[in-house]
């Protein structure tokens, strides 16, 4: 640390704080220069030749002269592959036991000297120096692994690894957890290393708070996921392919993949995105069901300040006639940010504010921040003290850093004790009344306004009994927390599905719920920013995300806030939320005109509660994310694979969210078959583009021809809106009633909609066949008839 980002320090944070965090900052470099041993010189290391092979169930091991290779077909047609003796296990973002080998796979002589898996879904080769192809069934050649390298320090240590990949040339790259320049993921370096960008970020910065080193890959020639298994610090290039034009001469994409640390191995998932998500979430775990409350509108501000406030708000709110599900209180609730304690002058009786306002239709939901102030008489830090629950640096001592509180410790939640320590703690929240909690500052983060962490890379963690440092456990440090927090609500309310979300995480972290875009700049280009983060992380297997509506750190025009929030109301989770210096976010706020537009997409998503539940629901059984890439369906479709700034909500509806000010129109891309514009019932063909108003009061939403959506009728209960297909074609709906509490498998009702004389006819497919549909139906669209 210099003397200019000591001073900086103190500007930000003032005197007392600042020099708090300037010594925070010191003393962590101390620490790594003492607790990491220096690299020194380093052996370059390649797999070289191959010498023999070894067949296992679904594959078996490939030696090389200077390496070895484990490679597996699982009975689903997942790819493993691992270098030098990594196993599935262990593993963070895997659930449970990795699957079954396929019976049917065999290791088998290939041309020039390689070998090969051969399965139903997918051939592995393997050359005879190290490269590893996974190809289609037809022999087309999806992913290329280029042979290894690693850098071993020659005094001991982890080595250093990179892996170069190549891809079809006409490919496009998506993934890598949250990243504000996509979803797309154009040539560039992306680091792993969850990050919190220091108050506020826009397209431009990266790395944000969750990272993973997961891509998905889209081509003509089909789709893939790839899932490197390392929680090292790393860095992924990317570089996308040039078709020769008919030359046969292509560029391949390429992906280089370097890590710190750590074992070399990775899993494969092909086949159309939909069943690639299925594959993932079946390796890393089914999506936590959120409360149906959960997806309704929700409302947070840092700074209510009081009681009075959030039910001067809540009132608000129901005078106007505008939904709300949820509050959310941040952390001036607290009693001197203190965790798991509570500012009883502002707050004197929280647990009847809870209880007055859940009568009302209006949960309170806490945010909860890793960091324990470290002072000996607070009832939280001396329960952590005693039972050794704080990460520590090599000599032993708990490590310190600069938070809300003050100087704090940090729970290892690489520790099953620690963590079954921590969820018992949530019995506090409950007590006061909350239903949910969203975790914040669990990168994790200091105060500090440089560096990018709290915790030196040299400090200690249990990692599960294997024993490392932070090195490794920096990236799932949060998933670890959202475990502990998750696991605990469950032990505390068995009979109650827990509503949690995390501001950092990593692979596997949608087991334990959602997570949200974190400080997200107020701006149009932080407008973008949030639609990114929500279409990537859900192609990362994380459905329940949403951005802060308006922006975190800055004051929204009428126009941007009122488009932030028309976007909004077609996320999964939809909440509005600012800085304590931000202004306030309630609709009123903006006035009369703005106040109405937005009380029309509340009411809109408050008729779609139907639609989000049984997308909620399918998420949870299929991987399938709420909010869905434009190429979802069609992902050979070019021109949809470089549409960024529009999305398909589940299967039936197509949103275009107004991104740009002063817009009335927009251009729209549609996928093919038959479209609705949801206002005028105007219809368009799709393959192509169209323009469409977008007027202030709305933004473009279109439904698929032939779509059966479940929506709440006039009366509270479900009814179907059926979208009139197009003559010579069918359509389907899904709809999925939620029930309370932590139910079994529940009842998928499946519809199917056709023209039969001008006339829609819809009928519910069940294994007896076509039955009688029992729903109210509404038929809309061109030419729609009642059915």
Known sequence: MDGRELVRSVRVFGTVQGLRAARSAWRRRRTDAWGLQPRGAERARVPGAVTGAEPLPGGGIVRFARSELRVRVTAAGVVFWGWDGAEPEPSYALEGAPPEADPRAELEPDKDGGWRIVSERVTVAVSRYGGVEIRTPGGVV?????PPRWWEPADGGPSRWLQRSEVAADARFFGLGGRASGPRLRDGTYRLWNTDPRGRFGPGDDPLYITMPVQLVVADAGTHLAFLDNSWEG???????????????DRPGTSEVRMGGGPLRCWVVVGTPARVLRGWTALTGAPALPPSWALGPQHARWGFGSEKEVRRVVAGYRERGLPLSAVHLDIDHYDEHRVFTVDRE???????????????GVRLVS???????????????????ATGAFVRDGRGRAVRGVVWPGECVYPDFTDEAVRAWWGELYEERLAQGFAGVWHDMNEPVSLAPFGDMTLPRSARHALEGRGGDHREAHNVYALGMARAGYEGLRRLRPGERPFLFSRSGWAGM???????SGDVATGWPGLRASLSLVLGLGLCGVPYSGPDV???DGRPSPELFLRWFQLGAYLPLFRTHAAIDAGRREPWEFGPQVLGHAKAALLERERLRPYFVTLARLAHLTGAPYVRPLWWGAPRDRALRDC??????????????????????????????LWY???????????????????????????????????????GGTELEVWAPAPGRTGTGVVVEDSAGVSPRPAVERYASRLVDGRVVVERVSGAGAVRVERPLRVRGEGGAQA
């Open 142 to 146: 999806l992913r290329k692994d280029l």
């Open 235 to 249: 860095q992924v290039t990317l570089r996308e392919g040039e078709e020769g034009a008919g030359s046969g001469h």
């Open 346 to 360: 502002r707050f004197p009786d929280l647990p009847g504010l809870a209880k007055e306002l859940r009568a009302d």
């Open 367 to 385: 945010i909860v921040d890793p960091a324990v102030k470290a002072e000996p008489g607070y009832a939280v830090y001396d329960g952590g003290a």
């Open 510 to 516: 949608q087991r334990y719920g959602g997570t949200w």
């Open 550 to 552: 308006g922006g975190f």
């Open 644 to 673: 960024e700034d529009a999305f398909l909500l589940g299967d039936a509806l197509l949103v275009a969210p107004v991104l740009e000010p002063g817009a009335d129109r927009r251009a729209v891309r549609l996928p093919r078959g």
């Open 677 to 715: 514009d949801t206002v005028s019932g105007r219809a368009y063909e799709g393959p192509g583009q169209v323009l469409l108003d977008a007027p202030l009061s709305r933004i473009p939403v279109l439904a698929r021809a032939g779509a059966v959506v479940p929506v709440r009728g006039e009366d």
